[in-house]
C-alpha cells in the first residue's frame, strides 16, 4: 500500500472488541503473535510521542519512523491516527482498571472500597509540577483526546471507558447494597458523573482561579467529600455518622422522674376545735335574769 493508497474502512463501532483487538484480528491467525508485537510497537511509539513537546499533533509519519516499520504496516493494523489514539486510550483505561481493581483487594468496607477508588483516581488523573515532564504531557494528551472523543465520538467513547465504568458501577452497587449510598439513584448515571468529575477536575482548578498544588492526597479527600458528603450540613453530618443518628433514633425514650408531689399544708384548727369543744352561750332573757337577780 503506498501513501496515496485509500485507507482501509475502520471496523463498526458497534462492535465490543477494542481496537488494539481489531487491528490484530486484521490478521490471519498463524500471524497473530506477529501482529500482536507490531501493533505494541506503534502503540509505545504512539505514546512516546505523546509525552513529548508536539503532544497529541503527532503524525503519522513520525509514528511510522519511530516504531521502526513501514507505513505500509500501519495501515495494516490501523485506518489512520485516529484509531490509534483510541487504541492507546483504551489500553490506558484498561490498564489503571487494573490497577485500581487490585489496590481495592485488601479492603472488605463497601464504603471504604469507593473511598478508595475516587481518591486513587484522582490522583492518577491529575497532573501535578512536580511529576515527570513526559508523565504530566501524556496525561493531558489523554485528557484533551478524550474529551473529543466524548463530543465527536461518544459511541467510541462509552466503549473506552467500559471497563473502569463497570469496575465503578460495581462499587457502587456494593455500598447501595449495605445501606451506604442510596438506593433511589440511577447508579449508572452517578459513575458517569463521578468519572468526569474526577478526570477532569484539573479545568475545576483553572475555572476557579485557583492554583495548582501539589497536595493530591487533601484534593482528592476535597472531592470525595463534595461528591458523597454533599454542600450542606446536614447532609455531610450525616455520611460522617450514620451509626450515630440510628443509635440515637431507636433508643427507647426515657421515662423522665415523677414530680414529688408537695406536702399539704396543715390548716390551723386551733380556733375551730375550740370552738367546737366551748358550749354555746344561752341567750339571756327577761325570766333568766329575774331568777339571777332572786
Known amino acids: ?33 506477529r501482529a500482536e508485537k507490531r501493533v505494541q510497537r506503534f502503540l509505545d511509539a504512539a505514546l512516546e510521542l505523546l509525552s513529548g513537546e508536539s503532544g497529541k499533533d503527532f503524525t503519522v509519519q513520525e509514528v ?36 485500581l481493581r487490585d489496590a481495592l483487594e485488601e479492603i472488605d468496607d463497601p464504603l471504604e472500597r469507593l473511598h478508595r477508588f475516587t481518591v486513587d483516581y484522582y490522583r ?24 473529543q472523543l466524548m463530543t465527536e465520538h461518544p459511541k467510541e467513547a462509552a466503549r473506552a471507558f467500559g471497563p473502569i465504568n463497570a469496575l465503578l458501577v460495581e462499587l457502587l452497587e456494593a455500598a447501595a447494597a449495605s445501606g451506604a449510598v442510596r438506593q433511589d439513584l440511577d447508579l449508572r448515571r452517578v459513575a458517569g458523573t ?43 453530618s450525616a455520611v460522617k455518622a450514620p451509626a450515630k443518628a440510628t443509635a440515637e433514633s431507636t433508643a427507647p425514650a426515657k421515662r423522665a422522674p415523677a414530680a414529688k408531689k408537695a406536702p399539704a399544708k396543715k390548716t390551723t384548727t386551733t380556733k375551730r376545735a375550740a370552738a367546737r369543744k366551748a358550749p354555746a352561750k344561752k341567750p339571756t332573757t327577761a325570766r333568766t335574769a329575774k331568777r339571777t337577780a332572786d
Not at 67 to 78: D, I, K, W
Not at 87 to 99: C, M, N, P
Not at 137 to 145: Q, S
Open 64 to 99: 511510522v519512523k519511530k516504531s521502526g516499520q513501514s507505513l505500509r504496516s500501519f495501515y495494516q493494523y490501523f485506518a489512520g491516527k485516529h484509531e490509534l489514539l483510541l487504541a492507546l486510550f483504551e489500553e490506558s483505561v484498561s490498564s489503571t482498571t487494573v490497577r
Open 124 to 147: 492518577l488523573c491529575r497532573p501535578t509540577a512536580t511529576a515527570p515532564k513526559e508523565r504530566t504531557a501524556a496525561t493531558l494528551g489523554m485528557a484533551e483526546f478524550a474529551q
Open 194 to 236: 463521578v468519572l468526569q468529575a474526577t478526570m477532569f477536575s484539573s479545568f475545576a482548578v483553572t475555572i476557579g482561579g485557583l492554583h495548582a498544588g501539589d497536595d493530591t492526597a487533601a484534593e482528592a479527600e476535597a472531592l470525595w467529600e463534595l461528591l458523597f458528603g454533599g454542600l450542606t450540613a446536614e447532609s455531610r
Open 1 to 33: 500500500m503506498t501513501t496515496s493508497d485509500p485507507a482501509p474502512e475502520p471496523f463498526s463501532t458497534e462492535t465490543t472488541a477494542s481496537w488494539r483487538e481489531l487491528a490484530v484480528a486484521r490478521s490471519v491467525d498463524p500471524a497473530r503473535v
